[in-house]
Structures are given as structure tokens and as C-alpha cells.
């Protein structure tokens, strides 16, 4: 790797630091997209940076929403309170209600189909064949339709 390559990267994990977002790391560093995508599909390590760097940053970044959220509540905010209440009270989820009915309507088989059963249970033993009765040649109980 180039002595350029690597301040390149290391000041694009700066950037990464500060902003979770790619494409804005990427402007700000002055690296293309496409070699940021290069750099870690090449280099093991640098993506596991890029990945650490990228979760501990969004990870700062909720916290400052969840101040500024608690912030707006304690001002009254009507939108903050119903934000939260929504999210973190089960009382106030959304919930969706379904009411719903299945209409199952019976179709009898035709005498064909019937036939074609009939016989498909037969080869399968289920039911004895013509002239046979009760129990199996195995002593197993044979179905009767």
C-alpha cells in the first residue's frame, strides 16, 4: 500500500468518525465511492475499521437524538411524546386489527377423479384392491373408503 493510499484511508476514518454516512465521508476525504468499495473489498482490515468506525459514529448519533428527543418532551413537544409513547410504550403501539372470515366451499370429485384415487390409495396400500377385505398381507388394518 501507498504512503498516499494509507493517509487516504486513515483520513477517510476520520471523516467516517464524525459521519456515519459513505457517500458524505467519502466528499468530505476527497475519495471516490468506488474506491472506498475497492479499498475494502482488497483490504480485510480496513473494512472491519470501516465497519467498527461506522457502528460506534450511528451509534453516537443516536444518543444526540435520544437527548434532543428527551429534550422536546420536557418542552411540551406534543410530536416528541407521541414519538415516544408510540415506541416505547406498549400501550401505544400501532397496532393493526384484521377481521377476517374463510368461506371453504366443498367440490365433490368427479366419478373420474374419484377413480384415479381410488386407485393411487390402492398402489399405495391404503385401501385393499378389488376383492380384497380387512387386514394386509403386514396384518396392518387397511382403510376402507
Known amino acids: ?4 493510499q494509507a493517509l487516504d484511508k486513515r483520513r477517510l476514518l476520520e471523516k467516517l468518525v464524525k459521519t456515519p454516512i459513505v457517500e ?16 475494502r473489498k482488497d483490504d480485510e482490515a480496513f473494512a472491519g ?4 468506525t461506522i457502528e460506534q ?19 411540551k413537544s406534543l410530536t416528541a411524546i407521541m414519538f415516544w409513547l408510540k415506541h ?3 400501550a401505544y403501539e400501532t397496532r393493526l386489527k384484521v377481521d377476517a372470515s374463510l368461506k ?6 368427479t366419478p373420474e377423479q374419484a377413480a384415479v ?7 399405495a396400500g391404503l385401501v385393499p384392491s378389488h376383492g380384497e377385505a380387512g387386514e394386509g398381507s403386514n396384518g ?5 373408503l
Open 1 to 4: 500500500m501507498s504512503r498516499n
Open 24 to 39: 458524505v465521508a467519502c466528499k468530505q476525504a476527497g475519495v471516490p465511492r468506488s474506491t472506498y468499495y475497492r479499498w
Open 57 to 75: 459514529s450511528a451509534g453516537l448519533i443516536n444518543d444526540m437524538a435520544e437527548s434532543q428527543l428527551i429534550s422536546a418532551i420536557k418542552e
Open 104 to 109: 371453504r366451499e366443498s367440490e365433490e370429485l
Open 49 to 52: 475499521k470501516c465497519d467498527e
Open 88 to 90: 416505547h410504550h406498549p
Open 140 to 144: 396392518q388394518q387397511r382403510l376402507e
Open 117 to 123: 384415487v381410488e386407485r393411487a390409495l390402492q398402489h
